[in-house]
C-alpha cells in the first residue's frame, strides 16, 4: 500500500511542477508584450528561471520513478525464480 502512496505523491508532484511549467512559460510570452524594458528584464529573467527550475524537477522526477521501475522490476524478476 505504501507503493500506491509513493506514486500517488509522485503524479501529484509532477502535475504540480507541469502546472508551473505553462504558468512560466505563459509569464514569458507576456513578457514580450510588455512597454518598459524596465519590468521587461526582470520577468523575462523570472519566467525563465521558473521554466528551467520545472524543467529540472521534471527530470529529476522521471529518472527516480524510471529507477523505482527498474528496481521493482529486478524485485519481481528474483521472485520468479
Known sequence: ??????WFGFC????????????????????????????????FFSSSLMILVCLSLIAGLT???YTRLKK???EVVDKLE
Open 63 to 65: 529518472v527516480k520513478a
Open 12 to 43: 501529484l508532484l509532477v502535475m504540480l511542477a507541469v502546472a508551473f511549467l505553462v504558468f512560466g512559460i505563459y509569464i514569458l510570452i507576456i513578457s514580450y508584450r510588455l512597454q518598459n524594458p524596465f519590468i521587461f528584464i526582470p520577468t
Open 1 to 6: 500500500m505504501s507503493g500506491l502512496y509513493w
Open 72 to 74: 521493482n522490476k529486478e
